[in-house]
């Protein structure tokens, strides 16, 4: 890995910037609390933030399910899209979970999100359902893809 880039857990003083991107990223942002609250987790949410230059840039989690792991949060700073930093955190992320013994990864898209689509595809997700009025905020359907780990 780039030695400027560095992915590590997160901890709870990342989250004032991991909320900053958040808030740069979706519609409807978790809040700094859910964050505090997801950190508390430690038996089955595992969080990590990706580092480029000193700089926190990206952060994703997921929740551990059975032998299934369930992405809940993934974004990178708007600047710093297109750099492969979304690849290396993304992979940093299955590679964790298989390292869990985790057969299997979910997560949910907007169905308007074409860009973050495109990108779990390029991983090998594949499209499985739809859930109907997922989004609170907008009724926008989310498409759920799965991959084998």
């Not at 059975?66 to 979304?86: C, W, Y």
Request: glycine share 4%; aromatic share 14%; with cysteine.
């Amino acid at each position: 890995m780039d030695e400027a880039i560095k992915i590590r857990a997160m901890r709870k003083e990342d989250i004032p910037e991991v909320s900053e991107i958040e808030n740069l990223s979706f519609p409807s942002p978790w809040s700094s609390n859910i964050f505090f609250s997801e950190l508390e987790k430690e038996s089955f949410a595992f969080y990590h933030v990706l580092e480029c230059r000193d700089r926190l840039v990206g952060y994703g989690g997921y929740w551990k399910i059975k032998n299934e792991a369930h992405l809940v949060t993934f974004a990178i700073h708007p600047s710093f899209r297109r750099m492969d930093l979304g690849t290396k955190l993304l992979e940093h992320l299955l590679k964790n979970a298989q390292d869990q013994s985790l057969d299997t990864i979910t997560l949910e898209v907007r169905d308007s999100n074409l860009a973050a689509q495109r990108f779990y595809e390029r991983f090998g997700f594949k499209k499985i359902a739809v859930r109907a009025y997922y989004y609170s905020d907008t009724e926008e359907d989310a498409i759920v893809y799965w991959k084998k780990l």
